[in-house]
């Protein structure tokens, strides 16, 4: 298995803010990890089995949260800057695992592959969703799961309305982020049968991106 190596002039494929922002992130995110976050990817990743694939790993905050014995780990991130962080980790780790530049609209696994697919925080910063589930569908095996956590638009008028008017700074200050997606209800319409859904706040980050979701949706046999 590949140690997750990145050649150095990988990050030059980022432009300036993606690379102050690839470095900020650990610290931006220090306080929600170690209130509750943190807790959340645990308990969430403890179910992870079989040939897993995470979609926009980031730093690679998920990694210490995979229970041993995985068929195998594949991380995808294809932002440059952030790739890098995430090899250095990995490297540090000593977990078995892949590294692949690959964005999650063009996933490059065949149908029906993967057993689970991990989204934290993935599923806002894409620029349009529906085709990233199809991809994940279309990659999980039959009874493969989604695992998912991701902050959402907010069922408070007040803080819904807030998102709204932020989400454009919001969106370019935190590399494409909408803060007002309703990912839910995007997730219940692609097919998945979904299970074990919870509604919780993310502590300690702003009030934007509070609102959190996080569950499994699961692919059904086709008749």
Same mark, same amino acid.
């Given at each position: 298995?590949?140690?997750?190596?990145?050649?150095?002039?990988?990050?030059?494929?980022?432009?300036?803010?993606?690379?102050?922002? *690839? =470095?900020?992130?650990?610290? &931006?995110?220090?306080?929600?990890? +170690?209130?509750?976050?943190? %807790? !959340?990817?645990? $308990?969430?990743?403890?179910?992870?089995?079989?040939?897993?694939?995470?979609?926009?790993?980031?730093?690679?905050?998920?990694?210490?949260?995979?229970?041993?014995?995985?068929?195998?780990?594949?991380?995808?991130?294809?932002? *440059? =800057?952030?790739?890098?962080? &995430?090899?250095?980790?990995?490297? +540090?780790?000593?977990?078995? %695992? !892949?590294?692949? $530049?690959?964005?999650?609209?063009?996933?490059?696994?065949?149908?029906?592959?993967?057993?689970?697919?991990?989204?934290?925080?993935?599923?806002?910063?894409?620029?349009?969703?529906?085709?990233?589930?199809?991809?994940?569908?279309?990659?999980?095996?039959?009874?493969?799961?989604?695992?998912?956590?991701?902050?959402?638009?907010?069922?408070?008028?007040?803080?819904?309305?807030?998102?709204?008017?932020?989400?454009?700074?919001?969106?370019?200050?935190?590399?494409?982020?909408?803060?007002?997606?309703?990912?839910?209800?995007?997730?219940?319409?692609?097919?998945?049968?979904?299970?074990?859904?919870?509604?919780?706040?993310?502590?300690?980050?702003?009030?934007?991106?509070?609102?959190?979701?996080?569950?499994?949706?699961?692919?059904?046999?086709?008749?």
């Amino acid at each position: 298995m590949s140690s997750g190596a990145v050649p150095a002039g990988a990050v030059k494929g980022s432009d300036l803010w993606a690379r102050v922002f *690839a =470095a900020l992130y650990d610290p &931006l995110l220090w306080v929600g990890e +170690r209130a509750g976050m943190g %807790a !959340r990817r645990r $308990n969430l990743l403890s179910r992870a089995r079989g040939r897993t694939v995470e979609l926009g790993s980031g730093t690679g905050l998920n990694l210490g949260y995979y229970p041993d014995g995985l068929d195998e780990l594949i991380l995808t991130e294809p932002e *440059a =800057a952030m790739r890098t962080r &995430l090899a250095q980790r990995l490297r +540090r780790s000593r977990r078995r %695992a !892949r590294v692949l $530049n690959a964005s999650a609209e063009q996933l490059p696994f065949a149908d029906e592959t993967v057993d689970t697919v991990v989204s934290t925080l993935v599923l806002c910063t894409v620029d349009d969703p529906d085709p990233v589930l199809q991809e994940i569908g279309r990659v999980l095996r039959p009874r493969g799961q989604l695992l998912f956590l991701e902050h959402v638009r907010s069922e408070s008028p007040r803080l819904s309305y807030w998102q709204d008017r932020l989400a454009g700074p919001w969106r370019q200050f935190a590399e494409g982020c909408h803060c007002n997606r309703a990912t839910l209800e995007l997730i219940r319409a692609c097919g998945l049968d979904l299970e074990d859904v919870q509604e919780t706040s993310w502590r300690g980050m702003p009030p934007i991106v509070r609102p959190l979701i996080t569950g499994v949706a699961t692919k059904t046999i086709s008749d």
